[in-house]
């Protein structure tokens, strides 16, 4: 199960990863929005909260440049989330990073790619090893 929200500036890009997710039969949890005006910090913690209760084995977060909404998630206690707009980095991050959170820019990257990197994100694997040592190092700064 995945849960996905976007802020305004997301929500177009949003519309069609729901498009994607749901022709390739993936569960998820929409946790907003629906195109009003919302806060995205708001809409990271909600959408984060289902990572972090176990209800959700990742997230997929998405405001106008996936700054504003990656930062907000990397405040969340137990969330790695990553800024990706490219096939590498999603790779990347889950390989090296055990990323449990995407974070897209609605108004920088097209819909093909999006559905591609959410592709790479959710089909790749932790590898584990010298990285788990690495994300254990980045949990532990929060303890800060």
């Not at 910090?41 to 504003?68: H, Q, R």
Request: proline content about 1%.
């Amino acid at each position: 199960m995945i849960a996905i929200g976007c802020d305004h500036g997301g929500y177009e890009l949003k519309l069609e990863v729901i498009r994607h997710l749901e022709e390739k039969g993936v569960q998820f949890i929409d946790c907003g929005c629906n195109g009003e005006a919302v806060d995205y910090p708001d809409i990271a913690a909600a959408t984060c909260e289902k990572v972090l209760s176990g209800e959700c084995e990742k997230a997929i977060l998405i405001c106008g440049t996936g700054i504003g909404i990656s930062m907000a998630a990397n405040k969340i206690k137990g969330i790695r989330a990553a800024l990706c707009g490219d096939w590498y980095s999603a790779k990347f991050t889950r390989l090296h990073n055990d990323a449990n959170a995407l974070c897209m820019g609605g108004r920088v990257i097209g819909a093909g790619l999006a559905c591609e990197i959410v592709d790479i994100f959710l089909d790749t694997e932790f590898e584990g090893g010298r990285h788990a040592r690495r994300v254990e190092k980045v949990m532990k700064l929060e303890e800060n």
